[in-house]
């Protein structure tokens, strides 16, 4: 079995969707230019690309993949649309690990694009044959676990089921912004961002180099003056502060086998070294990823202490919590850089952007071994152990 090794990785800022600096274009776009950066960044001639698996959720079901690679002039490579909703770009490396390990490929690209700003609104036709809004439901809507509302299956769900206060969660959220600027001032994602010449609302062009979500001064106190989204609920937690917003961006990985690397004299930045997929209920959403790193780290026979960083994506701030109160995970190792509530959460560009920023992480910290997990919507959840080489 060959070793699947990254040998770039890249993503574009994460904007605002519908008002940020990547409003006025779509996931296409965003695609583009994190794959073009990637190829460039690896210096591996697109004649050597064999396929690229882009994870997109919200984008109407195209294969973003196939599009990007004929605009990038690589008529010659098919593409892979993968969906696992919020743990897409995760599904994506492993789909191309997968590929690589079983022999079938030497050489890929992978990673998700999102445009939140730019989603389709779906319809179907009505037993009256009149077209009607059609709900892209990631499982049967229950009135305990909504379809539609992820700050219940996701947020209120599990800090009911664990016990965690609106304090407990405003507590990370303002430790998650917290850690975002510090990141951006100390140019930790100076490595993994790429500028981005961007088209305007007003007409003109911008160059987007930042991350736009995270917020300064944010506090605990300041937090705790935002009005809950459930007031219906008893003891709510979920507010907007302590939640992922709504963002563009994409992500994207060179990865290929470990024998096209040495004959290529490619340097290896890490390899992912095992990973782990799970489903609970999905009244239990947000508590997917404990066993989703349970799997990964026993496949990668590893132990909760030989993990140097983790990131637990803050789709709501309960599910890191959670997760390491669970797992009995040091909180001072996770979310190191921020997560969903701070430097946001672009649905399937956000496992690929994961990986990207672990392994510049990793890199940083001088130390071999990363996890990255999140919860996905209808009781999904996904880890991966990345080894820096």
């Known amino acids: 079995m060959s070793r699947a090794v990254i040998v770039a990785g890249v993503r574009t800022p994460i904007t605002k969707a519908r008002k940020g600096k990547f409003a006025a274009v779509d996931a296409r776009f965003l695609a583009e230019k994190a794959i073009g950066a990637a190829l460039v960044r690896s210096r591996i001639p697109t004649h050597d690309i064999e396929d690229i698996v882009l994870a997109e959720s919200l984008q109407g079901g195209s294969v973003i993949a196939r599009y990007a690679a004929v605009n990038l002039g690589m008529s ?11 743990a897409g770009g995760l599904g994506a490396v492993q789909t191309a690990v997968s590929f690589i390990r079983a022999g079938a490929n030497d050489v890929l690209i992978a990673g998700g694009t999102e445009s939140m700003s730019s989603m389709p609104v779906l319809f179907k036709p009505g037993a009256d044959g009149q077209l009607q809004p059609w709900p892209n439901l990631t499982h049967p809507d229950r009135q305990d676990a909504p379809a539609m509302d992820m700050s219940i299956t996701v947020g209120e769900n599990t800090a009911k089921t664990m016990g965690l206060t609106r304090r407990d969660v405003d507590e990370w959220a303002a430790y998650s912004q917290g850690r975002a600027i510090y990141a951006i001032d100390n140019g930790h994602f100076d490595a993994e961002i790429i500028g981005v010449e961007a088209p305007q609302l007003d007409g003109s062009l ?7 979500q995270p917020r300064r001064g944010t506090t605990v106190e300041s937090l705790g003056e935002l ?35 040495a004959a290529h004299g490619l340097t290896p930045l890490g390899t992912v070294r095992e990973w782990g997929v799970s489903a609970v209920d999905p009244y239990d959403t947000g508590l997917a ?56 959460h672009p649905i399937a560009a956000t496992g690929a952007r994961m990986v990207v920023t672990m392994l510049n992480e990793l890199k940083r910290q001088d130390a071999q071994f990363g996890v990255v997990s999140m919860c996905a919507g209808g009781g999904m959840g996904s880890a991966l152990v990345v080894e820096r080489l």
Not at 231 to 242: K, L, S
């Open 227 to 261: 009005k809950v989204l459930h007031p219906e609920i008893e003891n709510p937690t979920v507010t907007a502060g302590n939640a992922a917003g709504l963002n563009d961006a994409a992500a994207a990985l060179m990865i290929v086998s470990e024998e096209y690397a």
């Open 289 to 344: 990823p404990i066993p989703a790193i349970e799997k990964a780290l026993a496949k990668s026979k590893l132990g909760i202490g030989d993990i140097a960083s983790w990131e637990i994506n803050e789709a709501f701030c309960a599910v890191p919590v959670a997760a390491t109160r669970k797992l009995g995970i040091d909180p001072s190792l996770v979310n190191v850089n921020g997560s969903g509530a701070s430097i946001g």
């Open 76 to 86: 010659q490579v098919p593409g892979l649309a993968v969906n696992r909703h919020c």
């Open 206 to 212: 911008a160059t987007v180099t930042l991350d736009e």
